[in-house]
Structures are given as structure tokens and as C-alpha cells.
């Protein structure tokens, strides 16, 4: 979520992800991510999942109803297999995916041996 929310500053990135931003009457949206080393078109519908009973969003919660971010978790657990997947990890990975740009994570321990993730 923290990538998505550093991207949302730059619009024209986010343009870039949704090559159609109209909303489709069928449900069927596209993302563009980048995944093993090329860009891809995810084909995604519009269905979200809830926690049961409520009208809560069980994943990413959009700010003011804008599922941008909802369609972007989708793609990003659809090319990495589910959402079970992206529970946790690095945000790293997120980030190259939304931008194309190489990145890498790193651990340090501190004096007391607990290791840190940047």
C-alpha cells in the first residue's frame, strides 16, 4: 500500500498503468505491470472482495472511492498467483512492478541482532 500511495503523487505514472480509463459496461478492466523483466496486460473484472456480511473491503481500502488501488492489488496478486502470495514481503517488489524500475531489498541488524528490512 505504501508504494501505491508514493505513485498516486505522480499522476502520469498511474495513467500509464490503466491504458483505458473509461469504465467498462462489461466489468473487464486492464492494468499494465511490469513482471520478469517485461511489461504485461492484466485482464482484470471488477469484483472485490469483502469481509462477509459488511461493505468493507477486504484487501486495499480505497480513499474516497477511488479503486485505483484495489485494480492495482488485483493485477499484483493475479501475475504473482494470489493474494496470499503478497501477504507481507517487500514493497520492493511492488514498486518494480508498477514502475519498471529495477530495485533490490537489503537486511541490517542493529546492536541487539534484530534484523531490519529496507
Known sequence: ME??????????????????ENINKNGIYEVCLFHEGKWVKVLLDDYFVFYKGTNNFAFTQPV??????????????????????????????????????ETFAFQIKDKNNNIKYF
Request: charged share 15%; with cysteine.
Open 64 to 101: 474516497r472511492k477511488c479503486l485505483f488501488s484495489c485494480f492495482l492489488e488485483k493485477a499484483f496478486a493475479k501475475i504473482n498467483g494470489s493474494y496470499s502470495n503478497i501477504n507481507g514481503g517487500y514493497n520492493c517488489k511492488a514498486f518494480e512492478a508498477l514502475t519498471g524500475f
Open 3 to 20: 508504494t501505491i500511495s508514493t505513485l498516486s503523487n505522480y499522476g502520469k505514472l498511474l495513467y500509464q498503468l490503466f491504458p483505458n
